[in-house]
């Protein structure tokens, strides 16, 4: 597990706060001695010690992300391959201008670093909450995030994700739909869409209410953990260069 963000960095925790900071810095202009080679080289430094401890988390075994560990306001657990973390693990676009004119004016700044930690010790966690893009699910039992929508709405952006009952439970991830019409025991034709899954065919009226997994695809988790694994895996050491 690493270890929590530094105590006292007064980094900003959300988008309104960045935007509030950088306004903050922008106004106050450069620091007396401002050299941006020396910041330069600084950034370079925070940057590799940055990047160091969450490959140590990753090689740790680490499945999980927290955002703001141990600052006053609420954590946030997320799996590694969310989108909505993707940012913070991406350490060198984050020192934007505005940051590196903060970091002139105070060498000890430093900005929210997230820890890395496995399946136990995010269980382990108090004060910390789900992300509600991905779905952590720590625990092992948290109600999966669902959505309901109209048969009729069902768009290319919905394959690979899982088909459910009304209680959550998974008929198989969409491979495809259609609409077709069908007809019912006394000959009378309808409209009906047919949905493909992973584990057979489901056919309901254009109207009727469907409910998928509002989670990424497999798709895409497989491509993040790619990239993951590139970044702080075997690839990890060359982007130090």
Same mark, same amino acid.
């Given at each position: ?9 007064? $980094?900003? @925790? ?5 935007? $509030?900071?950088?306004? %903050?810095?922008? *106004? ?9 080679? $020396? ?7 925070? !940057? ?13 075994? $680490? ?8 600052? %006053? ?19 060198? %676009?984050?020192? @934007? ?20 930690? @496995? ?18 699910? !720590? ?22 994700? !899982?088909? *459910? /009952? ?31 899954? %992973? ?31 590139? /970044? ?10």
């Amino acid at each position: 597990m690493t270890s929590p963000e530094r105590a006292g960095a007064p $980094a900003p @925790t959300s988008a309104d706060d960045a935007g $509030a900071d950088e306004t %903050s810095v922008a *106004a106050a202009g450069p620091a007396g001695g401002y050299r941006p080679d $020396a910041i330069d080289e600084l950034v370079a430094r925070i !940057v590799a010690e940055e990047l160091a401890e969450l490959r140590r988390g990753f090689a740790a075994g $680490a499945e999980f992300a927290v955002t703001r560990p141990g600052s %006053s306001r609420e954590g946030t657990v997320h799996r590694l391959e969310c989108a909505s973390i993707e940012a913070h693990l991406d350490r060198r %676009s984050r020192w @934007t201008e505005p940051h590196r004119r903060r970091l002139a004016v105070d060498p000890e700044y430093r900005m929210p670093l997230p820890a890395l930690v @496995t399946r136990q010790a995010a269980r382990e966690l108090a004060g910390v909450r789900s992300c509600r893009v991905c779905w952590p699910n !720590v625990s092992g039992d948290e109600p999966r995030p669902l959505r309901r929508l109209s048969a009729r709405s069902l768009g290319p952006q919905h394959i690979g994700h !899982v088909l *459910a /009952r009304p209680d959550g439970e998974s008929i198989g991830t969409i491979v495809r739909w259609g609409a077709r019409t069908g007809a019912d025991l006394f000959g009378i034709e309808h409209d009906e869409i047919e949905i493909v899954t %992973s584990t057979g065919i489901e056919t309901v009226g254009p109207d009727a209410q469907v409910t998928i997994w509002d989670l990424p695809t497999d798709e895409q988790a497989i491509r993040r953990k790619t990239q993951l694994v590139q /970044r702080f895996g075997d690839g990890f050491a060359s982007q130090q260069r």
